[in-house]
């Protein structure tokens, strides 16, 4: 398509946007008395209209019913996560039973690396990408201390290229043909915070496996942004946090997967409590452990069902759209924004570089060469919320739900009348 930088084109662009109603299910802070231009969906996503009802319906059922809300309430709290599963397990391409919801991104890679970094002497090492995302970076450095390894030992780092700002997926499987019989696990960011790249996630996982290695992914910048086929492409764990773009609420609950050929195994290592234990006998508050026959032999305790509610409504807005259309309107309003960047360049000689490769998602990651922190302050103070990253790096992630490509068009006047008035 010929895009143009007009706002009757963008106009236009909305008029055909088969999403453009979902726009009106989220709340947009305003500045200056209008809804800002939102690109930070893949930090915190915006809150559904919808979801103040789930938690009113938790508060409600809480006051009238107390502990028999467990139960008792029209979406009783006992099981209230399952709910959760068969929505997430389409978002991700998993079976409903391979799926969890349960406690918080970092907590819940440590959990699963209990069952799936069981390091040995000569088969201990961990492939990552280099300058990951740093609790993924904490989170490594500290089991491998754990398992008694030291650092520069046991983790090793993928890294660019000199002069390039992408990674290679050649030199991801080189390492890993490298390492070989040493590879114990392979734990990366399926989509990369900084430079807003999409790893080749089934080539990888495959070479990982056909050294024998395990392969989790953190997948916090991909769920609800990219296309997953964790199932298919035989992963055998991952993680997420909800609050990106699958907009459930700040700091809220995580989502796991586990491969459909671990779940029932009953002498794999795992941290465990009451709420992976069988719901048939759990009241009976028995000794032994029998462990659910789905993911949720993962889960430790009852999960808050306050933050599983706006989690839940936030699932049915996925249910109801679909993974395939967000993703057709995520290509075309991201190259939408490419174009526009590329036509603010040329109307104000300006360099800004665009360091997301073409394996990407929502995101473009922009560095603003001749420029600096005053344009960033100048696009907030006018209503663009964007990302700021050391050294001059924006990012910009226009969420295909709730961004319009009106936003991209008045974003690129606004950015060219800051870049006029802020030129150092
Ligand atoms: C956002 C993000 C996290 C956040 O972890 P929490 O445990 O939810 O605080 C972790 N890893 C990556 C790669 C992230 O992008």
Redesign the pocket.
């Known amino acids: 398509m010929q895009f143009e930088n007009s706002l009757a084109f963008a106009q236009k662009l909305d008029t055909q946007d088969e999403l453009r109603k979902y726009r009106d299910e989220f709340h947009f802070p305003k500045i200056n008395g209008e809804d800002v231009i939102y690109f930070t969906g893949n930090?915190l996503g915006l809150q559904p209209k919808i979801a103040k009802r789930y938690i009113d319906e938790v508060m409600e059922d809480w006051k009238e019913l107390a502990v028999e809300g467990h139960f008792h309430a029209d979406k009783p709290w006992w099981d209230y996560h399952e709910r959760l599963a068969g929505p997430l397990s389409r978002v991700v391409g998993a079976n409903p039973e391979e799926i969890s919801v349960m406690n918080?991104?970092?907590?819940n890679?440590h959990l699963l690396m209990v069952s799936f970094y069981r390091p040995t002497k000569t088969r201990f090492k961990i492939l990552c990408e280099e300058k990951?995302?740093p609790?993924?970076q904490y989170i490594l450095q500290s089991q491998v201390r754990f398992h008694g390894f030291e650092n520069n030992e046991a983790i090793v780092e993928v890294k660019k290229r000199t002069g390039e700002y992408f990674w290679r997926t050649e030199d991801v499987l080189k390492k890993i043909e490298e390492i070989g019989d040493e590879l114990a696990l392979v734990m990366i960011?399926g989509v990369n915070?900084y430079n807003g790249q999409v790893f080749d996630m089934e080539t990888i996982t495959k070479t990982a496996k056909s050294v024998g290695a395990y392969v989790g992914w953190?997948l916090?910048?991909a769920v609800g942004n990219v296309e997953l086929k964790l199932h298919d492409w035989k992963v055998d764990f991952a993680a997420w946090?909800s609050?990106?773009y699958m907009n459930s609420g700040p700091?809220n609950a995580?989502g796991v997967y586990v491969n459909e050929k671990y779940l029932g195994e009953s002498d794999i290592p795992r941290f465990e409590g009451w709420w992976g234990t069988k719901k048939e006998t759990r009241f009976l508050m028995k000794p032994e452990f029998e462990p659910m026959s789905n993911a949720d032999a993962w889960q430790i305790s009852n999960p808050s069902v306050l933050a599983l509610a706006p989690y839940l409504a936030s699932l049915e807005l996925f249910e109801e759209v679909g993974m395939e259309s967000l993703i057709k309107k995520r290509e075309k309003i991201v190259s939408y924004l490419e174009f526009i960047l590329q036509e603010i360049n040329n109307d104000t000689n300006t360099s800004f570089e665009i360091i997301t490769p073409k394996e990407r998602g929502c995101q473009l990651s922009v560095f603003l060469h001749g420029h600096g922190r005053p344009l960033f302050d100048y696009l907030t103070q006018n209503g663009v919320i964007a990302d700021w990253r050391e050294p001059n790096v924006i990012r910009l992630a226009p969420a295909p739900f709730y961004c319009s490509y009106q936003d991209m068009f008045r974003f690129g006047q606004i950015l060219k009348e800051g870049i006029l008035t802020k030129r150092v």
């Open positions: 930090s918080t991104l970092s907590v890679l990951a995302f609790s993924d960011g915070y953190d916090a910048h946090c609050y990106k700091g995580s």
